[in-house]
């Protein structure tokens, strides 16, 4: 049974990519990844951060774009630095043979997106930006919100010719609108929808604010299986569904609803690493079971491509669970 796929140019023996986490920041640890079964993997990420500090180290200035978050950056950064992620591309990349594809996660095109052609020259196949805004700045309007996206990318894609990824969040008025736009400039190789946020509580004892869990669970994967099914067969570009794929069941889903490759991350934290190989096995015995050869003779095979207006599907579909729900 052939599970390979291509991944904007990258040819992976099976669909399934570790994200960019802890889970890949060694080349020990990618390597392990490796012998496990993954397709590829994304590297933790740099974020924009840590490269203003690194072109500020250079240029000799104290300047810093977020002075407030400067003490938690520097010790940030002594634990993984721009010269350990360069490290770690040329490490990976010495040590395996699936794709390494780096990420950097960033929120403005600034000066640190002249640091792009070193992720190339490192030797990544590929670069990964999550590019995490959020649209909560009362003052700036969604047009503003969304140039953002384009002046990165933008940015970004003058420096390197290496495929790019973007990965996104749910946060848009008009998020079907957007990726097809941004699929439109062609400087986007794929999409990865979507990235998880810090996911804020309250704790009403000491009034503090804290964390809802790091972790995902299976019931995330709706927001992205949703997303997927709508936009796979509209939009011409590679899309790896993130967010809750725990299970083979939920990397056969995504492939249904388009995706061409899923990203894991919660469940190998959970499971641990060995777990990729079950999950592999399911979606092995899924396709045994239904007589598929290949991933291409079921992916997108229940995309809402076949519905012509997929808000009145969502809007049916709404009353019918929830409206007769008593
Ligand atoms: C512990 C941890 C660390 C993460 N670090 C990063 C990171 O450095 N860069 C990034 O783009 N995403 C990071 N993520 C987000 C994951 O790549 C992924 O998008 C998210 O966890 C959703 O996938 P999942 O449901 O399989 O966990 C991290 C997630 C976790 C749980």
Same mark, same amino acid.
């Given at each position: ?129 999550? *590019? =995490?805004? +959020? ?5 700036? !309007?969604?047009?503003?919100?969304? %140039?953002?996206?384009?002046?990165? @990318? $933008? ?117 641990? *690493? =060995?777990? +990729? ?5 399911? !979606?092995?015995?899924?396709?045994? %079971?239904?007589?598929?050869?290949? @991933? $291409? ?30």
């Amino acid at each position: 049974m052939d599970l390979s796929v291509n991944y904007m140019g990258l040819k992976l023996k099976n669909p399934i990519i570790v994200g960019s986490s802890g889970l890949t920041n060694s080349v020990e640890k990618v390597r392990n990844l490796e012998k496990e079964g993954a397709g590829a993997v994304v590297l933790k990420s740099l974020f924009e951060e840590q490269l203003l500090m690194e072109q500020e180290k250079s240029n000799d200035q104290n300047e810093f774009d977020y002075p407030e978050a400067m003490d938690y950056m520097k010790a940030y950064a002594a634990e993984y630095s721009y010269s350990d992620f360069i490290q770690l591309i040329k490490g990976a990349k010495a040590a395996v043979n699936i794709p390494v594809i780096a990420s950097v996660n960033c929120v403005s095109m600034g000066k640190w997106t002249d640091f792009a052609k070193k992720i190339e020259e490192a030797g990544a196949d590929a670069l990964e930006l999550n *590019i =995490s805004l +959020l649209p909560s700045d009362m003052y700036k !309007t969604s047009a503003q919100n969304e %140039k953002t996206y384009f002046d990165i @990318i $933008e940015a970004v894609r003058k420096q390197i010719n290496i495929p790019i990824a973007l990965k996104m969040s749910h946060y848009s008025a008009g998020l079907a609108h957007l990726i097809s736009q941004l699929s439109f400039t062609k400087m986007v190789d794929a999409f990865v929808l979507f990235n998880r946020y810090y996911a804020p509580d309250i704790n009403i004892e000491d009034y503090s604010i804290t964390s809802a869990g790091v972790l995902s669970h299976r019931e995330n994967l709706s927001d992205s299986l949703r997303w997927v099914a709508l936009l796979s067969e509209k939009i011409k570009i590679p899309i790896a569904a993130s967010t809750g794929v725990h299970e083979g069941e939920d990397v056969i889903k995504q492939l249904l609803a388009g995706a061409t490759v899923v990203q894991v991350v919660s469940t190998l934290y959970k499971n641990g *690493i =060995s777990h +990729l190989a079950k999950i592999l096995q399911e !979606t092995q015995d899924w396709m045994a %079971k239904k007589g598929y050869q290949n @991933i $291409e003779e079921f992916r997108g095979e229940i995309s809402y491509d076949r519905f012509n207006e997929p808000e009145a599907f969502e809007r049916i579909q709404f009353m019918k669970y929830f409206g007769g729900f008593e």
